[in-house]
């Protein structure tokens, strides 16, 4: 009981330290928590399970996606295994995915004569198509689209760039709110039993303090996904010389169309054109799929990689690959007659702030430190439920009965300004998120000039 009393001394000695500013940040920490904590709670789950994308996709379509290695049997083409696909789902093959493992399936991508566009599962060994799914129908896609609220239309992924500036508000308010002032304990220690408030504000501060940078992190390498800032963005870095610097192209006329129009891409490749073949004007045989594959093992594209198939006669073969490792990013566009590699791009190409960019999304998506890479991030999405949990459980102890308990308002209004003052630099970089903040400053405002009315 003393140590219990002891806690709420010391809280209560650490707010009266600068009473008016300590209660304005744990004001704007409480709005920023009651809109963002929900979201949180579905990234942290959503991305949890996305990090182990290929290991559960694998357990759950094992019948699509592993093939059985058979050792001395010479794989069969790529020619072989699109028109098997074509076979069993009539249409036009738009991509053949060379298996990436010998363990793997071939994915051949269809947009079939019934409207569907199909990926179909074949053994690359025997050419035996194993079934089709959806375009993008694995349960991990599914997860992909939850995590982005992709499923609920651009006015959901519009709310979701806004909790991404909020979080980093929140991350901000909660570190100066933990900060120590003096007091021996909630600021690695955690006091009282779980009956106690100061038990869940001890577990949310010092798991806060401990998850809080890799919150900024991932909400800032998430951000290049956003609708509003990460759109425009990409559009103002990567839109201009066709997405391509001199030296990686030869000097060919492009398409006008993007290479994220046929089918993903890494982000810093999405406003990269999709060149035309020069050997269109020479009437010459196309050099077919199989024959394009080869060059493409020949260029040393790492296992895994796509190859779109021209559907024009001025169209290219693109063969791209976005593996674990960044150093192995390539995309590579060949003339479909000539077979002459027309772009090669890899990671090294991209300019300062795309390779940043590039390792901060490969880092968010738990794929450049391997395992490691996966399990710190998956303890970082732990802790954002706790942190949820915990914050849910310590205001419903403090809230007074028939309030929501919002943090009382300072007396001296001025110390809002250092605070606004960070809020418009963050609302200037990211509109979406200023826009809300001023709408809450707005509500805020408003419920205050409510409250003495009311009285």
Known sequence: MSRLVAGQAEDAARSLASPD????????????????????ITLSITGALYLFRDEIDALVHADLKTVEIRQDIALA?????????ITAHPGRAVKYTDPATPGSSAEITVNADSGERLAVYVDPYDGAVLGALAD??????????????RYFGPVARGIIEIAGGWVILLVGTGIFL????????????????????????????VTGSVVGCFIVFLAVTGMPWSQVWGGKVNEWANGANFGYPPRVRTDVPMSGSKLSDEGLTA?????????????????????GLDRAVAILDDLGLNRGYAVNIPGKPEGVYTGSVYPDDL????????????????????????GPGGRWLEWG??????QQYGLLNQLLLLGVCAGNVLLAVSAGVMWWKRRPSGSMGVPPMPQDRRVFRGLLAILVVGGIIFPLVGASLLVMLALDRAMTRRRPALA
């Open 77 to 85: 083409s790529p020619s072989t295994m699109v028109a098997a696909a």
């Open 361 to 366: 999304i490969n880092v968010h998506m738990g």
């Open 21 to 40: 500013l300590y209660r304005a940040v744990w004001r704007w920490h409480f709005y920023a928590g009651l809109f963002v904590l929900p979201f949180l």
């Open 267 to 287: 982000w810093s490749m999405e406003q990269a054109q999709v060149p035309m073949s020069p050997g269109a004007a020479a009437a010459t045989q196309p050099i």
């Open 136 to 149: 993008r129908g694995t349960v991990m896609w599914t997860v992909r689209y939850l995590h982005s609220l």
């Open 178 to 205: 933990w900060w120590p002032r003096g007091q021996k304990g909630g600021v690695v220690s955690v006091r009282g039993r779980p009956r106690n408030r100061l038990f869940w504000r001890d577990v949310h501060a």
């Open 327 to 350: 150093s192995r990013q390539r995309v590579v566009h060949l003339d479909q007659y000539t077979g002459e590699s027309l772009v090669d791009m890899s990671y090294a190409d991209y």
